[in-house]
């Protein structure tokens, strides 16, 4: 049971265009989530959060977003750069769970094009 | 340089041949955990610890043992591996209950004949 879905395996957008990259969930309780960033041959790196008490998140050229009525969220990359071409794996965890337990999405491989 | 080490990096055994991944990490982090990688299924994790000899199991246990007898360090330990274990592995660590972002080390790609 996959309870953080991340539904497209691909995406490819122009450079200097707008990414968007989406994920859902199904576990209510979750109420951290985080997007990790992936490049071929390395670990992944922590690119971005949001708390379930906000709707918004804003760091530089990354914005996350959440709608929990809708179990949601998004990152958006403005402007898209070539170095943004990566796995990019969205992440959540209850705070009962003492977010020591992230469930991870599948991932979505983001291309950018020059 | 902050940073979670993986040791080895790629490795082929045979079914049944216990084996080691090693990690360490160097920046106090009380929490490590193990994930493992696998195609259409993102990152799994294995096992976690929250301090030195408190570990405690992930989604995915099962054929896996883990120790933290030192703060930095979080072996990963297969003791009769199998095939169905063949996959990418990572460790990472975090503070402040993992709330903050885990740093990951760059995996152990490992093949179980």
């Known amino acids: 049971d996959q309870q953080v879905k991340q539904n497209s395996p691909s995406l490819s957008v122009q450079e200097g265009r707008i990414s968007i990259l989406n994920c859902d969930y199904t576990?209510?309780?979750?109420?951290?989530f985080l997007w990790y960033k992936k490049y071929p041959a390395e670990g992944p790196t922590f690119l971005i959060s949001?708390?379930?008490?906000?709707d918004k998140n804003e760091d530089g050229r990354f914005t996350v977003f959440l709608n929990k009525s809708a179990k949601h969220l998004s990152l958006h990359i403005v402007p898209s750069q070539p170095g943004d071409s990566a796995v990019y794996f969205c992440?959540?965890?209850?705070?009962?769970?003492?977010?020591?337990?992230?469930?991870f999405g599948t991932g979505t491989r983001l291309t950018i094009i020059p | 340089e902050a940073q979670v080490t993986q040791n080895p990096r790629y490795l082929i055994t045979v079914t049944g041949k216990k084996l080691t991944v090693t990690c360490s990490q160097n920046?106090?982090?009380?929490?490590m955990s193990w994930y493992r990688q696998d195609p259409g299924l993102g990152l799994r994790q294995i096992y976690y610890?929250?301090?030195?000899?408190?570990?405690d199991k992930g989604d995915v246990p099962e054929g896996y043992k883990v120790s933290r007898k030192e703060k930095r360090n979080f072996p990963l330990i297969l003791e009769s591996p199998s095939p169905n274990q063949t996959s990418l592995y990572f460790c990472?660590?975090?503070?402040?209950?993992?709330?903050?972002?885990?740093?990951f080390g760059p995996g152990t790609r490992l093949t179980v004949l």
């Open positions: 990472a660590s975090s503070n402040d209950r993992g709330r903050n972002e885990q740093f």
């Open positions: 576990n209510s309780m979750f109420d951290y």
């Open positions: 949001i708390s379930s008490i906000k």
């Open positions: 992440a959540a965890s209850e705070t009962n769970f003492g977010n020591e337990k992230l469930t």
């Open positions: 920046m106090n982090h009380e929490y």
């Open positions: 610890s929250m301090n030195v000899e408190v570990t």
